[in-house]
Nanobody
């Protein structure tokens, strides 16, 4: 499994960004694909993910109503609206089999939201 993230950048509070994760090498049907984020010195935290088999979407409470995850064949997109300074972090694309037997991370992409 390979994940290639892109789309980070600098934006003012209230603005928007779109992150994309190009995926390849999937051979299993039951998995979650989505995004984590990490602020320096802190643990990575879940932002949003989507389950491949049924398309169920999951969001952290801090981003509900502002972020939207979507999947289109080989690309997973995170549309981030109404960005806040506290959304500033390195965002990572993440894959994990539902049974937990395989996991992969993309490289991080930095999102900076200025006040």
């Amino acid at each position: 499994v390979q994940l290639q993230a892109s789309g980070g950048g600098l934006v003012k509070a209230g603005g928007f960004l779109r992150l994309s994760c190009a995926t390849s090498g999937f051979t299993f049907e039951d998995y979650h694909i989505g995004w984590y984020r990490q602020v320096s010195g802190n643990q990575r935290e879940t932002v949003s993910c989507i389950t491949n088999r049924d398309g169920a979407e999951h969001y952290d409470d801090s981003v509900k109503g502002r972020f939207t995850i979507s999947r289109d064949k080989n690309t997973v997109t995170l549309q981030m609206n109404s960005l806040k300074p506290e959304d500033t972090a390195v965002y990572y694309c993440h894959y994990r089999r539902v049974d937990g037997l395989d996991e992969a991370w993309g490289q991080g992409t930095l999102v900076t939201v200025s006040s």
